[in-house]
């Protein structure tokens, strides 16, 4: 089942992937983040595989992550992992101008539980997130974070 999600960030592409790939910037964008451990690999590189743990409602959520492909500045593919959920996402970062960028989530959900809540839910909880990074990336460039 597959749901795309996109968003423009007021930034240049550059700026918004060195605050993206920084594990220690998810405290201050990723909702309900409780940890971030890397497992193995070098960072970024296909085949490098971290777990972050994080709270949505009382529950406790531990995902883990492998990267399936690098072809930055433009794309990363995920491949993710967490209690009967399979989810292949692409980040695909457009520059679409000076000081713009296009975020792109393509995410393809692999579980009989999804069938049953739909997928609304999960794009709107994307979307929740991605805008959560883009208020953080932005205002840390105006320096008010």
């Given at each position: ?35 971030f ?8 590189a ?28 433009e ?71």
């Open positions: 089942m597959k749901v795309q999600v996109d968003l423009d960030i007021d930034l240049p592409r550059d700026q918004v992937l060195e605050l993206y790939l920084n594990p220690d910037n998810l405290k201050n964008w990723f909702i309900g983040f409780r940890e451990n890397h497992l193995s690999g070098r960072p970024c296909i085949g490098s595989r971290f777990e972050v743990k994080f709270r949505v409602g009382n529950m406790n959520i531990s995902v883990e992550e492998k990267i399936t492909r690098n072809d930055l500045p794309e990363i593919w995920y491949e993710e992992h967490t209690e009967g959920i399979t989810n292949l996402q692409k980040n695909l970062f457009i520059d679409v101008g000076e000081n713009t960028t296009k975020w792109v989530i393509i995410s393809n959900y692999e579980s009989d539980y999804i069938k049953h809540i739909g997928l609304s839910a999960f794009k709107k909880k994307t979307l929740k997130f991605m805008n959560s990074f883009k208020r953080f990336a932005e205002s840390q460039v105006l320096g008010t974070v």
